[in-house]
């Protein structure tokens, strides 16, 4: 998945310098922006006005962001190759989504990794799975109201399994 995912940076780039006349190309200093990022990078070591390079270093990303998801878009349209190792890296982050929301305790991002793979259990004739998923989410949306205790406890990452006080080491219960 990383070499895949490598493969389309490098290729949005090239896509990128060979539209000379795309509206953001003079907005994006490619050199410009790893030098922010490596102060960025400093600024966190050294803890010093992080909370300002951050907001700076958010601005430029999210223009690189946009550039990178209209090449996607664009190359998704063109070719079906394209559009078929795309939609394999994104299921692939959404399955390490989930595995982190699992080993982290973090209950938010588990339900967030478990929305997003729903669409993918019915398109794949999951049955067990996309019958009961959209089941357990409403259920687990409800449980700040009907039971706010255990909702506190889940969001304390109580939802999850350690034998070890090591960090990413909890695995989710049906393991």
């Known amino acids: 998945m990383e070499v895949l995912f490598r493969l389309m940076w490098q290729a949005s780039i090239r896509w990128l310098n060979a539209d000379s006349q ?21 600024a966190i070591k ?3 006005d992080v909370p300002q390079r951050s907001m700076s270093i958010t601005v430029e990303l999210k223009t690189v962001m946009e550039l990178f998801e209209t090449f996607q878009e664009q190359e998704r349209a063109r070719l079906p190759m394209f559009l078929f ?11 390490l989504q989930f595995i982190k929301a699992e080993r982290t305790g ?31 989410l409403a259920d687990m949306e409800q449980l700040q109201q009907e039971h706010p205790t255990v909702s506190q406890r889940f969001m304390e990452g109580s939802h999850v399994i350690s034998c070890s006080s ?8 049906d393991m």
């Open 166 to 173: 090591q960090p990413f080491s909890s695995v989710w219960t």
């Open 106 to 136: 973090n209950w938010r991002l588990h339900l967030a990794a478990a929305s997003s793979m729903a669409p993918y259990f019915f398109a794949h004739d999951r049955h067990n799975y996309s019958r009961w998923l959209p089941v357990y």
């Open 46 to 48: 050294r803890k010093e």
């Open 85 to 95: 190792w795309d939609e394999y890296i994104r299921m692939v982050m959404m399955l």
């Open 22 to 42: 795309h509206p953001h190309k003079a907005n994006l200093d490619q050199k410009g922006l790893v030098g922010s990022m490596q102060s960025f990078h400093l």
